[in-house]
RNA sequence: GGCGCCGUGGCCAAGUGGUAAGGCAGAGGACUGCAAAUCCUCGAUCCCCGGUUCGAAUCCGGGCGGCGCCUCCA
């Protein structure tokens, strides 16, 4: 079976066929870059970047690019209440989030372009609309997209114009639009854009980019005019995905996206999180709140994307102990004794059928939950197998285990994250060998009091010991607990 | 009002026509000085009511409940 997709577009599960076998590519819908990034934002990023893994996984060559908005109301409103320009406002924000992309092993993208930088890509892809009359510009200086112009307008979120709601619209905006449904490709400039330094010069009069531009000419500059997969939240369909497509085809004339993927929201304390409704937590709180982010990565994977995620404590605490389930068996599997002359397991057998039943659930639309569902229905079974070996395997076994186990989390990138976070530098190491040689001269002695406080103390340190015939074993979990 | 989604054991969550994956939590047991880790055992008539079918959590109709979009939003 091959990789299939649900398309908006379509509404259903097509085969996935990119335009060109020589490069896939895929731009993302990221982030307004006027405040730190939310969970609920990061279940997105999350979900784009398992799209960017297993498309490599797949052996797709990938071209991968999401955007960063440093140019639209909230930023300039954020900007002027801070007395700086956007750029000043904005730039604080983008490291941030790119910092918090990468504590949740969020692969690198190719490209993160931000609107302010593409205002000339923008100013021809608005001149384009005008010579192909999809637009037209008003007695202040904007222009308009036109959106009876473009036959195609509402495929993406199938909405009949005539049916769009015009009241609360023509109240909302004080701009001349000959249609109260045309969307701004172009806005005037106002003072507050030029206190702010979001002003720039076009052949129709001073102003910034309207609210969807940025994205139709960053794609097609950055990935092409027509892009294989573009992802993003499910808020973005209507307007904003539905506007991009008209641009973009509009100026194009050609098909502007193959495959629609929308992420569901995440649903905190019973509604979506939003900052609107003010039910947000940053990914920067829970992190310094002790949440260890292999857990919360997990967390973000453990429902399917186009699923509603249920946000909260409990949650956060079930990964945490999920992800250390699976550090745990990847250890016992890499300390096992290998032996020519051990007998077989068949762990090599269960790993090849985990890594097919893997792939299906990544193929079938990128179910994540059901494909770690397989992983750890081999790590049940590897440790009952292991069990009945007693830890002692065949070479090849040990290797097809191992390999099957980081395979998969080239894809999950959840143990690669949780070995991160639990790595120890090696004065600690020392003390922590030191301190486990006097428990075990202790034990010796039968003085278990002793022992058990030499335990304790260790464990205050997220070191926990695991005793066992063949000695002790050390480990360093993640501490701390999680809110919400 | 229009469009759409969802309702699976205590919590989270796969499965969408052949009689219920997985994670967490819980109970009992094995192992242990005690633990930890691990293993074994135990638990769901899949919101309700009808219908289609040899057979439905899965399809259809109705109901109840929750959520999202229609406006900035991942």
Redesign the pocket.
């Known amino acids: 079976m091959a990789l299939h997709l649900f398309n908006t577009l379509s509404r259903s599960l097509e085969p996935f066929r990119p335009a060109s076998p020589e490069k896939v590519g895929v731009y993302a819908?990221?982030?307004?870059i006027y405040d730190h990034a939310h969970v609920?934002?990061f279940?997105?990023f999350v979900f784009y970047d398992l799209v960017h893994r297993y498309l490599e996984w797949r052996g797709y060559p990938v071209r991968f690019v999401m955007n960063l908005?440093d140019v639209?109301?909230?930023t300039i409103r954020a900007a002027r209440e801070e007395g700086r320009t956007i750029q000043e406002h904005t730039s604080p924000f983008a490291e941030s989030i790119l910092a918090d992309a990468d504590a949740l092993g969020i692969l690198r993208a190719d490209g993160y372009p931000r609107a302010t930088e593409f205002v000339e890509e923008m100013i021809e892809l608005v001149q384009r609309l005008l010579d192909r009359s999809h637009a037209y510009r008003t007695e202040d200086g904007s222009v308009y997209f036109d959106i009876t112009s473009f036959p195609g307008y509402g495929k993406l979120?199938?909405?009949k114009l005539d049916?769009?709601?015009q009241g609360?619209?023509v109240a909302a905006d004080e701009y001349e639009k000959d249609d109260v449904r045309d969307f701004a490709l172009w806005k005037a400039a106002k003072p507050e854009d030029r206190e702010v330094g979001a002003v720039w010069e076009a052949p129709w009069g001073e102003g910034r980019p309207g609210?969807h531009l940025e994205c139709s000419a960053m794609s097609l500059s950055e990935v092409g005019e027509t892009v294989d997969i573009h992802l993003?939240?499910?808020?973005?369909?209507?307007?904003?995905h539905e506007d991009e497509i008209a641009q973009s085809e509009g100026a194009t004339g050609k098909p502007f996206v193959r495959y629609w993927l929308h992420?569901k929201?995440?649903?905190f304390a019973?509604?979506?999180?939003?900052?609107?409704l003010g039910n947000t937590v940053t990914v920067r709180e829970l992190l310094d709140d002790g949440v260890d982010p292999a857990a919360l990565r997990h967390q973000l994977l453990?429902?399917?994307y186009r699923?509603?995620?249920?946000f909260g404590s409990?949650?956060l605490?079930?990964?945490t102990?999920?992800v250390q389930?699976l550090v745990?068996?990847r250890d016992?599997l890499r300390d096992a004794e290998v032996d020519a002359q051990a007998p077989p397991l068949e762990l090599d057998v269960r790993a090849r059928e985990t890594l097919e039943e893997f792939r299906r659930a990544m193929d079938?639309d990128l179910?994540a939950?059901?494909a770690?569902?397989a992983l750890?229905?081999f790590?049940?079974e590897g440790?009952?197998l292991l069990?009945r070996g007693n830890d002692r395997l065949p070479p090849q076994e040990a290797k097809a285990g191992l390999e099957l186990l980081s395979s998969l989390d080239r894809v999950l990138g959840v143990v690669e994250l949780a070995d991160g976070s639990r790595s120890v530098d090696a004065s600690t190491r020392d003390w922590v060998e030191e301190r486990i040689q006097e428990r075990e001269r202790a034990?010796r002695e039968r003085d278990?009091q002793r022992?058990?406080a030499i335990r304790d103390e260790l464990a205050q340190q997220g070191i926990?010991?695991?005793?066992?015939p063949k000695g002790t074993r050390w480990k360093r979990v993640s501490g701390g607990q999680p809110v919400g």
Request: glycine content about 8%; charged content about 40%; overall charge negative.
């Open positions: 819908c990221g982030p307004t609920g934002n279940r997105s908005t639209d109301d909230k979120s199938r909405k049916e769009v709601r609360e619209r609210w993003g939240g499910e808020d973005l369909i209507f307007p904003h992420v929201h995440l649903r019973d509604e979506k999180m939003s900052k609107s453990s429902a399917h699923s509603e995620l249920a409990d949650g605490e079930a990964s102990r999920a389930r745990d068996f016992r079938d179910n939950p059901a770690m569902g750890f229905r790590v049940g440790n009952t069990d034990r278990f022992a058990d926990v010991l695991e005793d066992s």
